[in-house]
């Protein structure tokens, strides 16, 4: 071949290759334009990147300034740059992406060694290119799967495209701020915030360096890297992030090697879920209201608030300091309460729900539930016949059940199922209110046992037991109001009968019994509500009638309906504990019921008051009825029923206190309202089921069930001067002019020889 022919033929390759790479950069170009338009699919448009978007959880404040807890999709809390430790910010830059802050969003220095020493070289530890910027762009607008090279590639060059249009939109500090907001951990934490929280419960601003260093080890892979399950190759990591930085400088030689020698710490370790921490059956109660309340309160562009994702603050009136009180002492009381009821049965060969009492048995309760169980519907849903569900309910598992002196009130136990629901349905639960009655702020709210286990609320409105004896105030007032009655007078203590017909709305005569089965003699109002003595109160309704004692049962608080039976002076009436607790303000409030507040204010995400809800007050009695039935209620602690309160073993209260014991039929329901000058409180214990329950009243009435609870609080509240609950306070006592005679010196009595006999009964 000629020289001319070669060099012809040389012309037309370099021609075919300059065709070649020509072609090969409008086709690179063109495929960059077209992934921009959205072609090969959806990029950010300048709204996203503008305005990008997360969920934010709803954060839950106590009124002492603590986070309760939060609603969530994604548990996020986000924070702005200031907050974030320089350490922190060093940590992530020297190990994710050193030239942060000398690319535009895409790194061709670690591009070309990815390409160099992982593809060709099969290098696998050569490291990633993709840049922070890149994982913020993989964070705030996902990835989808890949199943190919291509669709791989795809990905990559959106990726890019995304991280130079962010580039171009925010500093540097921005786009790291939003990284730590968007980046997800293990145990439901989506942002630093968070996860500070959940792994070291601190915020982000106050972690150590490393802490910081463990927080950044994790963002590739947080499962892998799992402090909790896998705390020695999370250690490794950790100290992986301490070396890059003491490479880049960010930390000095001598800091490197003290810190790195540190043990991984995660005592502090607490998971953030809707059924753990405190306040869990309030805070439930709290996320329904809001549900509803965001439904009916739009937004000003007319859309609804999402409680999941807007990021609201709530601002409730629960005290962080009084709810650990009153769990601490619904716990104390009921572990002794429980072993009691246990061993109440033990050996029994009955059980509670077909013990033969008085004809009020339910021996199908067991078998009944097991049928309404989830387990039998999943399997009656798969084809299974009765037969084999029921050998299936009898063969033993392995089951976490709950148990008051267990680690973590978890008993792993091997029971069959339905030996589970028998020690389920034998469980006694606690319902705790505490109010301010001069602002109506709920401050301690106790549901039951555990919400992990039993998701029944005990306190709030829907949920209504008998309330007993405590119903009795209601009926003095009524009776000192409308009637003129003093409680120095004296009423016979002889049986009362309201005859059948319209007038009682009976079908047949009652004559209500005292609990001793005591009668005779004449007894002052004060000494029959201090014994709970039923004859006085059935004579005072007798005397004034059952609708002015409903009306005015309303008028405070009740809002449950109450049936027009003269029972109704006995407590028959199923009400909530959040209703009895707002209705007893009144007594301390010279007359005025407030109702029970539990939110002052919501923000949104940026700090804007979007609610507040003040107090509502309404006048229910006369100022002097009110102070008559408080010293009479202060009569029952002091000679009454409710006078083991001042026992050390029960709370060992010694200041001003008012309250009432309850006791349900059949020792069903135990119950005591507790009243002192800065607090109202509703105590109830019982079974979710009404036949399980003490078989002795001395074990199942209010004053032994429900009021240790009560004074078992108040002394911790009391030794707590952060509160400023004064164990010293006075009630406020009416001073104008007396129209109800309260010299029982003027009345003839022989109520003390009367009083010592029926004390001898009561102790």
């Known amino acids: 071949m000629s020289i001319r022919e070669e060099f012809k033929q040389y012309r037309t390759y370099l021609r075919w290759f300059w065709f070649t790479v020509a072609g090969g950069i409008l086709a690179f170009t063109l495929f960059i334009v077209l992934l921009s338009f959205g072609v090969f699919g959806a990029l950010p448009g300048f709204e996203q990147l503008e305005n990008p978007q997360n969920s934010l959880a709803t954060q839950v404040m106590s009124s002492d300034g603590e986070l309760l807890g939060r609603y969530y999709k994604e548990n996020r809390t986000n924070i702005t740059f200031e907050n974030l430790p320089p350490y922190l910010v060093q940590g992530l830059v020297a190990t994710e992406d050193v030239r942060f802050y000398d690319h535009s969003g895409i790194d061709g220095r670690s591009l070309a060694r990815v390409l160099f020493k992982t593809i060709i070289l099969r290098n696998e530890n050569a490291g990633g290119g993709s840049t922070i910027t890149q994982q913020l762009a993989k964070n705030l607008y996902g990835r989808p799967t890949s199943s190919s090279i291509f669709s791989l590639g795809l990905i990559k060059f959106k990726e890019w495209i995304t991280s130079a249009k962010l580039e171009r939109r925010y500093t540097k500090e921005e786009i790291i701020t939003m990284y730590f907001n968007t980046v997800e951990y293990v145990y439901d934490a989506y942002g630093i915030q968070t996860a500070s929280k959940t792994f070291f419960n601190k915020d982000v601003d106050s972690l150590l360096i490393e802490e910081a260093a463990t927080l950044v080890g994790m963002v590739n892979n947080p499962s892998y890297y799992n402090p909790v399950r896998y705390p020695d190759r999370t250690r490794d990591r950790r100290n992986v992030v301490l070396y890059q930085m003491k490479e880049a400088g960010y930390l000095d030689v001598a800091a490197y090697d003290s810190i790195k020698e540190l043990p991984l710490d995660i005592t502090r370790f607490k998971r953030q879920d809707h059924t753990s921490g405190e306040a869990t059956y309030f805070r ?118 709950f148990n008051w002196t267990a680690p973590n009130r978890e008993l792993d136990t091997l029971i069959s199922p339905y030996d589970s629901i028998r020690y389920v349905k034998k469980t006694l639960h606690p319902g705790f209110m505490a109010v301010d009655p001069a602002s109506g702020q709920i401050k301690a709210w106790v ?23 405590t119903f009795k105030p209601f009926v003095y007032t009524a009776a000192i109001a409308d009637k003129g ?15 059948k017909g319209s007038r009682w709305g009976l079908q047949k005569d009652w004559t209500p019994k005292n609990s001793d089965g005591k009668y005779g003699d004449m007894l002052t109002l004060s000494m029959g509500l201090g014994k709970s003595v039923n004859t006085i109160t059935a004579y005072l309704l007798r005397e004034v009638g059952i609708q002015p004692v409903i009306d005015l049962a309303h008028n405070m608080g009740i809002e449950s309906e109450m049936p027009f039976q003269p029972s109704i002076c006995l407590g028959v009436s199923d009400i909530s504990v959040f209703e009895m607790t707002s209705a007893y303000t009144a007594f301390v409030n010279k007359g005025v019921a407030v109702r029970p507040v539990f939110i002052t204010r919501i923000e949104d995400k940026n700090g804007n008051i979007i609610a507040e809800f003040p107090t509502q007050r309404v006048e229910v009695m006369r100022e002097e009825i009110a102070s008559v039935m408080l010293n009479m209620l202060e009569y029952v602690v002091n000679y009454g ?78 030794s707590d001067p952060t509160l400023g609950i004064d164990p010293n306070a006075k009630f406020q006592r009416y001073e ?3 129209t109800i005679e309260l010299d029982c010196s003027k009345y003839k009595t022989s109520q003390q020889d009367v009083y010592e006999d029926l004390l001898e009964g009561y102790n």
């Open 485 to 499: 009655f003093s409680p120095c007078q004296e009423v016979p203590n002889l049986p009362v009968t309201f005859e």
């Open 736 to 738: 104008g002019p007396q």
């Open 641 to 718: 029923t409710g006078n083991r309160l001042r026992r050390d073993a029960y709370g060992g209260i010694r200041g001003e206190v008012a309250g009432k014991t309850g006791t349900t039929q059949e020792n069903t329901d135990g119950w005591f309202m507790g009243v002192v000058p800065q607090l109202v409180c509703g105590t109830w214990v019982g079974a979710d089921d009404p036949v399980v329950h003490f078989r002795s009243t001395a074990l199942g009435q209010g004053a032994n069930m429900a009021l240790p609870i009560y004074g078992l609080f108040m002394k911790r509240v009391y």
């Open 284 to 401: 439930e109660y709290l996320r329904l209201w809001l549900a509803d309340w965001a439904e009916n309160n739009p937004k000003p562009d007319g859309t609804n608030w999402n409680i999941y994702r807007d990021g609201l603050k709530v601002y409730t009136t629960i005290d962080s300091r009084m709810q650990l009180y009153a769990e601490e002492a619904s716990a104390e009381w009921l572990t002794k309460l429980q072993d009691e009821f246990n061993k109440h049965w033990e050996g029994n060969k009955y059980d509670p729900w077909s013990y033969p009492y008085r004809g009020r048995t339910q021996p199908g309760l067991i078998d009944q539930a097991m049928k309404q169980s989830e387990r039998w519907r999943v399997g009656k849903k798969a084809g299974k016949s009765e037969k084999e569900l029921e050998e299936e309910f009898h063969t033993p598992v392995e089951t976490t059940l």
């Open 447 to 469: 549901g039951g046992v555990d919400m992990r286990f039993f998701q029944l609320d005990h306190v709030n409105s829907n949920t209504k037991r008998q309330v007993g004896s």
